[in-house]
């Protein structure tokens, strides 16, 4: 179970609780918690919503920075029936670090605070009786732990976050708990790839038993109808007059993967998937074999109170506001989202570039944060780092593997390859990930400011470019803007005249903006400048056919440390942090309305 990555589901077969609402929380600032015996139970708790991070209920400072290790735990109940079934403990996320006791057992551990795990919990469990699970967690960032950064020690004691990165380190079961009981023989995974012919497809399909067992696949379309059925653990549906899924006019089917044993079905697990192809010819993007003009944002999962805690209403509020604004598309900056946020997407027909939090890897650009002046791939942590780095990709595209919302691997944000120190890890990186998709998506990265046309080592590598820019924000600024224009046509001009025949998006471009803030003439953080720099920057678009997409940062307002460069937050938003729009979210709905869709 410890590797498997399968969303949950109930069904005749399956069981899955949830175990979200209060859990008892306690901080364990001099890491005294297991030698005082704490994974048999907590006490002296605060109460704590789970799914949330902890950090924004406090009204104290030294609770919400809090940096170092914290439990959760609470009660559960497990059936008698469940007894012939393996029992499993699923962590959406828990972040970044984990160790789940059971009845005082300790069942397993896992890093990575951004992507799901499960725990056997057979061996500890209590069947027709209460259980108890304590979680401890541990929010300190490392060199060699993704997102990066370092962990600081005050000279007053406490440790403070130190993240080479621009978001706020919340923490906690930020993502649902569930309960689970799955059979003995089950399906552990399945993957479906697409080849469209005419006006059928063909939808082949691998499931991946523990045990053997006879395999049977149905495919049912949107009412339910079977369209294609096959046996095997490998084979093709066959689907006459398949309905696509286009972007914009998503259309799904249901996957129904069954196992059986002497006549009786032992397992059965279904999902939703969607038949349409990717694939990067020359500059374009092709969905179908059309090309598609990317429009869309920026992103963090970020609101009020539950901080990086996934929450359905945000969620559906966001998907709103892009479809009220045009956009087709996002990036899961800096770090794979709620699987919510997929299924989501796959309904309304929104591509995502799916982003590992591979993140605060080029210390200069964390500079304004405090960030040191050192090449980042020259660091003794590199070894380490990359071994998570790999573990996070495989999980990554394991779980996401069968949404047709995916897009194209993003496998870092910024790092850093304006030396050859980078090139290495990015071999390695690139080879160890390049049969893990069996629909063979593009993979990439995003681009920071000077890692440029001229400058950067790695331009080999990625199947897209995907440029971070900010002239108009952080150089050629304000009443310079039209310089920042005309280097910004000087890249770009490099780019036309280089024979890289690959298309470019840009993933990151914007200013700050203070929501009410208006003048005239415009001033930084005001919303006409906000909405000029977006002009500035869509005319530039306009002039070259090999950008294929535009993701200003960021759909809204988000929280980060403080400092010098944030006023409460990050504020590049289109929306602010609640979610209403600024000016400039008006000027995009316009442009983006109008846009077709291969533009
Ligand atoms: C970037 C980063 C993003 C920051 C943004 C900014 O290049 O990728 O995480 O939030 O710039 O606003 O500085």
Not at 157 to 182: E, I, Q, T
Not at 287 to 305: A, K, T
């Amino acid at each position: 179970m410890e590797k498997e990555l399968l969303y949950p589901v109930a069904n005749v077969n399956r069981r899955n609780e949830s175990l979200d609402g209060l859990w008892q929380f306690k901080f364990d600032p001099k890491s005294i918690g297991e030698q005082a015996d704490w994974p048999k139970g907590l006490s002296d708790t605060l109460d704590m919503p789970v799914p949330s991070s902890f950090n924004d209920y406090f009204t104290d400072k030294d609770s919400r920075e809090y940096v170092g290790d914290f439990w959760y735990a609470r009660h559960f109940f497990v059936p008698t029936e469940w007894q012939d079934k393996l029992v499993g403990l699923r962590f959406d996320a828990a972040t970044h670090r984990a160790k789940i006791y059971v009845n005082g057992q300790l069942i397993r551990s896992h890093e990575g605070g951004f992507l799901p795990f499960t725990a056997e919990i057979n061996r500890a469990v209590h069947f027709g009786a209460d259980n108890l699970v304590v979680v401890k967690l541990n929010n300190e960032l490392h060199r060699d732990r993704l997102p990066a950064g370092d962990t600081a020690t005050l000279r007053n004691g406490h440790k403070m976050a130190k993240p080479f990165f621009d978001f706020y380190n919340y923490a906690g079961l930020n993502r649902s708990v569930h309960l689970l009981a799955v059979p003995k023989t089950r399906v552990i995974d399945y993957s479906v790839t697409y080849a469209l012919d005419g006006e059928d497809a063909t939808v082949h399909y691998t499931v991946t038993a523990n045990h053997n067992a006879d395999t049977t696949v149905r495919l049912e379309d949107a009412n339910g109808v079977v369209v294609a059925k096959s046996n095997g653990s490998t084979g093709d549906l066959l689907v006459a007059n398949a309905h696509l899924w286009q972007v914009g006019q998503a259309y799904l089917y249901k996957l129904v993967i069954e196992l059986h044993q002497d006549g009786a079905t032992i397992d059965t697990y279904s999902a939703e998937i969607g038949i349409r192809t990717v694939a990067i010819v020359g500059h374009e993007i092709l969905i179908n074999g059309q090309s598609v003009y990317l429009r869309g944002f920026g992103r963090h999962e970020d609101s009020n109170f539950a901080g990086r805690g996934f929450d359905l209403k945000v969620e559906t509020r966001d998907l709103a506001l892009m479809k009220w604004i045009g956009a087709n598309s996002y990036r899961s900056s800096h770090y794979p989202y709620d699987e919510q946020a997929y299924q989501m997407a796959d309904k309304a027909g929104i591509l995502i570039i799916d982003e590992v939090p591979a993140v605060g890897f080029k210390m200069a650009a964390a500079s304004f944060l405090g960030g040191l002046d050192q090449n980042f791939f020259d660091g003794d942590w590199i070894d380490s780092l990359y071994d998570h780095h790999l573990d996070q990709v495989q999980d990554l595209i394991k779980r996401d593997k069968n949404h047709p919302s995916v897009l194209a691997w993003s496998l870092f944000n910024e790092p850093d390859t304006s030396s050859e120190k980078c090139v290495p890890y990015f071999t390695k990186l690139f080879k160890a990930t390049a049969d893990l998709d069996p629909q063979k998506r593009p993979r990439t990265f995003t681009l920071n400011e000077d890692d440029t046309y001229e400058t950067s080592h790695a331009l080999q590598f990625p199947d897209i470019y995907l440029l971070n820019r900010y002239p108009g924000w952080y150089h050629k600024w304000g009443y310079e803007i039209s310089d920042g224009e005309a280097g910004l046509r000087d890249e770009l001009d490099q780019w036309a005249a280089s024979d890289i025949d690959k298309p470019i998006v840009f993933s990151e471009y914007g200013g700050d903006t203070q929501a009410g803030l208006h003048k005239l003439p415009s001033v930084m953080w005001s919303e006409e400048y906000q909405t000029e720099l977006l002009e500035m920057f869509n005319r530039v678009f306009d002039s070259y056919d090999f950008i294929r997409g535009e993701q200003p940062w960021n759909l809204a307002d988000f929280q980060t440390v403080e400092g010098n460069m944030r006023v409460d937050g990050n504020k590049k938003g289109l929306f602010t942090r609640d979610r209403q729009p600024k000016a400039a979210a008006f000027y995009l709905k316009k442009r983006w309305h109008d846009l077709p869709l291969d533009y």
